[in-house]
């Protein structure tokens, strides 16, 4: 059985692209993507209209809370002694966005909850994934 966890929290855009003072962003975690986070803006927060999901692993938000990570894409930092920074970088530019670092930290406890960090693998299909390779390969 697969447990989904997803949290609204309030981010900040720190971008110049539409300025909004906060934006709704979710948080969603999946039992069946184990080392995954995803974080969705709305469509009124994004250049394209529509909404955009960023995912990236659930040890870059952990390491991030607590200093800067990341040096691709994706890139966390804390940000003063309440906020956190993430960064999305892309070929359109970069998005930065502050999000309460307690908001963070309650949507890991809650992601590790339903799967403790060490045993991701536990919680992998592998039988069904090979099967979606080979079906999208043929």
């Given at each position: 059985?697969?447990?989904?966890i997803e949290q ?16 709704p962003v979710t ?112």
């Amino acid at each position: 059985m697969t447990t989904i966890i997803e949290q609204a929290v309030q981010a900040r855009l720190m971008a110049p692209a539409r300025r909004m003072d906060a934006v709704p962003v979710t948080l969603r975690y999946e039992s069946a993507d184990p080392f995954a986070v995803r974080i969705a803006f709305p469509p009124p927060a994004t250049l394209e209209g529509i909404e955009v999901s960023w995912a990236f692993s659930r040890e870059l938000l952990a390491a991030g809370v607590e200093r800067p990570a990341g040096v691709g894409d994706v890139r966390i930092r804390p940000y003063g002694h309440d906020r956190t920074v993430l960064e999305f970088h892309a070929p359109e530019g970069i998005a930065m966005v502050q999000v309460r670092t307690g908001e963070l930290r309650r949507f890991l406890r809650r992601a590790q909850s339903a799967v403790p960090v060490g045993l991701e693998h536990l919680h992998l299909d592998i039988d069904h994934n090979l099967d979606e390779l080979l079906r999208d390969a043929a």
